[in-house]
T-cell receptor, first 114, second 113 residues
Framework: DSGVTQTPKHLITATGQRVTLRCSPR?????VYWYQQSLDQGLQFLIQ???????AKGNILERFSAQQFPDLHSELNLSSLELGDSALYFC?????????????FGNGTRLTVT | GDSVTQMEGPVTLSEEAFLTINCTYT??????LFWYVQYPGEGLQLLLK?????DKGSNKGFEATYRKETTSFHLEKGSVQVSDSAVYFC????????????FGAGTRLAVHP
């Protein structure tokens, strides 16, 4: 058990809809990261927050947004969903923001857009 | 930009065989290097890491040595078990600035009895 909790585990929704994925980091971790895993694109970094502030952005679409709350949990919002958004979405956390801080991953949310 | 290249899978081995999964990287500066493992239906778990040249990371019988001269971080295990069947990801994280964790494409390992 990594200590990172993601909910829900599975989500099935229709095109055009909006969903929210939730992540609770390990106790004491200040950084939260979101990754998308799909068969054709592999693991893609989406966005990182550190202690409530956006720290880095990756290949995140404009239809997607995220935030980290004062209690350090994070939410990833996906809107105007398309079939191609179907993927596994992982949240990870780390204590710090340095290169040698390993990331600890949750078990992911599997999103299916129909 | 920074990148990680892994050998393509799947890698299929018999139990107790020797395992090598090749990983090479491209990055400026001195990144930290990681191996993560993903078991079916689960998230990624940190397997081992190395933070500077010539460091050897090891865990659960797996090991990898940070080779700056060849920009490589190959994963090895002397005797694999069926329970090692999983997808293995090599990753790097550069220090300073925009230091996201960058993953390779992953290598699927299947170990048969």
């Amino acid at each position: 058990d990594s200590g990172v909790t993601q909910t829900p585990k599975h989500l099935i929704t229709a095109t055009g809809q909006r969903v929210t994925l939730r992540c609770s980091p390990r106790s004491g971790d200040l950084s939260v990261y979101w990754y998308q895993q799909s068969l054709d694109q592999g693991l893609q970094f989406l966005i990182q927050y550190y202690n409530g502030e956006e720290r880095a952005k990756g290949n995140i679409l404009e239809r997607f947004s995220a935030q980290q709350f004062p209690d350090l949990h994070s939410e990833l919002n996906l809107s105007s969903l398309e079939l191609g958004d179907s993927a596994l979405y992982f949240c990870a956390s780390s204590v710090g923001d340095t290169a040698n801080s390993p990331l600890h991953f949750g078990n992911g949310t599997r999103l299916t857009v129909t | 930009g920074d990148s990680v290249t892994q050998m393509e899978g799947p890698v299929t081995l018999s139990e107790e065989a020797f395992l090598t999964i090749n990983c090479t990287y491209t990055a400026t500066g001195y990144p930290s290097l990681f191996w993560y493992v993903q078991y079916p239906g689960e998230g990624l778990q940190l397997l081992l890491k190395a933070t500077k040249a010539d460091d050897k990371g090891s865990n659960k019988g797996f090991e990898a040595t940070y080779r700056k001269e060849t920009t490589s971080f190959h994963l090895e295990k002397g005797s694999v078990q069926v329970s090692d069947s999983a997808v293995y990801f090599c990753a790097l994280r550069r220090s300073g600035g925009y230091n996201k964790l960058i993953f390779g494409a992953g290598t699927r390992l299947a170990v048969h009895p």
